[in-house]
C-alpha cells in the first residue's frame, strides 16, 4: 500500500474527502491517504507543495495558478469545485466602516502572500475602480490571525469564505459589509510533477474514489441528506448548510479543460494579480481515468 499525503483546508468543502477516509475508501484501492488540514490556507498549501511536505492539495484556483507561473513545481489535475467561492468582505464589530465603498484605500488583512485573501482583495480593489497598487497588507496567517487583527484594529477589513464565516458575523465578532465572488471555478486538484511522474496511476486511484464520493451531491435532494452532517461538523447553522449547498457545484470526474484555465489566466493578468502567463500546458496535467 502506497502512503500518498493531501492537504486542505479545514472547512465544509473538503467533507466528502474525510469521509472517503474514514470508510477506507482509498485504502480499499491501496492508497493510505493522510490528511493534513491548513488553517493558513493557499499559501501555506503552495509552500508545503513546494516543499514536498504534501503531496496532493486542494486548494483555490487562483493560488495555484499564480504560484505554478511563479515556480510551483506542480500540475493541476481536475477542478474539485466547479462554483465561484463566495468570499464574504468583514469589519469589526465595532469599525466605523460601514459599506465596500467605504474601505477604499483602507487596510487588508491577509492570511499570507500569495493566499486567496490576498488574490481575491486585490480582484475587490479592481471590481471598484481602486488602486491596487497601493493596498497595503496586513498578514494574520489564518482565521484566527484575522478575528485579532481586525478586533484589535491592526486591519480594517478581511475577506474569508461567506459560510465558514457566518458564525462570527452571527455572535457579533464580524460585521460583514458586502461579497465578492470568485469569478472563476474557485478549487482545484493540484499534484505534485514527481509524484504524477511517479505515482500516476495511484493518483487516478484517489480521483475516482474522490469523484464517486461526491456523486450524492448532484442534485439538491441529495445534498439535502448531508446537511446535518456538515452542520455537526462544522458548527454551521444547517440553515446555513442548505444555502451553501444550494450555490455549490462539484465536479465529479470532469476533465480539467485547457480553454477553462487559459480563461482563468487571462482574467488573473488583466486583473493584475499575475504578472506575466505561461503556455496552459505548464499548468494542467489532463488525466485520463
Given amino acids: 500500500m502506497i502512503k500518498l499525503k493531501i492537504g486542505g483546508v479545514p472547512e465544509h468543502f473538503n467533507l466528502p474527502w474525510h469521509l472517503a477516509i474514514e470508510n477506507n475508501e482509498f485504502k480499499k484501492v491501496g492508497i493510505d491517504l493522510v490528511w493534513k488540514d491548513f488553517p493558513g490556507g493557499t499559501g501555506a498549501m503552495c509552500k508545503a507543495l513546494r516543499n514536498k511536505e504534501i503531496d496532493i492539495s486542494i486548494l483555490l484556483t487562483e493560488g495555484i495558478i499564480k504560484d505554478i507561473i511563479n515556480g510551483n513545481e506542480s500540475k493541476i489535475v481536475q477542478t474539485y469545485i466547479n462554483s465561484p467561492l463566495l468570499w464574504g468582505i468583514h469589519v469589526g464589530a465595532n469599525s466605523n466602516f460601514q459599506t465596500v465603498d467605504d474601505l477604499e484605500g483602507a487596510k487588508p488583512a491577509i492570511s499570507r502572500n500569495g493566499s486567496g485573501s490576498q488574490l ?170
Avoid at 498578514?139 to 478581511?158: R, S
Avoid at 455572535?171 to 469569478?183: A, E, L, W, Y
Wanted: proline letters at 3%; hydrophobic letters at 40%.
Fill in 120 to 289: 481575491l482583495a486585490i480582484v475587490n480593489a479592481k471590481k471598484n475602480g481602486w488602486n491596487h497598487e497601493e493596498l497595503d497588507f496586513e498578514i494574520v496567517g489564518n482565521l484566527d490571525g484575522g478575528i485579532n487583527a481586525l478586533t484589535n484594529g491592526t486591519a480594517d477589513y478581511f475577506m474569508w469564505e461567506h459560510f465558514m464565516t457566518k458564525p462570527l458575523v452571527d455572535n457579533g465578532t464580524f460585521r460583514r459589509v458586502g461579497d465578492c465572488p470568485s469569478p472563476w471555478p474557485c478549487f482545484m486538484i493540484a499534484v505534485r510533477n514527481d509524484v504524477l511522474e511517479n505515482n500516476l496511476d495511484e493518483v487516478k486511484k484517489v480521483l475516482k474514489v474522490i469523484n464517486n464520493k461526491v456523486k450524492p451531491f448532484s442534485t439538491q435532494a441529495k445534498k439535502e441528506r448531508y446537511i446535518s452532517t456538515f452542520s455537526q461538523r462544522y458548527q454551521l447553522e444547517e440553515e446555513d448548510v442548505a444555502n451553501w449547498l444550494s450555490i455549490t457545484e462539484w465536479n465529479q470526474g470532469k476533465r480539467i479543460s485547457k480553454t477553462l484555465v487559459k480563461n482563468i489566466q487571462n482574467k488573473l493578468y488583466d486583473l493584475n494579480v499575475i504578472d506575466k502567463m505561461t503556455d496552459v500546458e505548464n499548468l494542467i496535467k489532463k488525466v485520463y481515468l
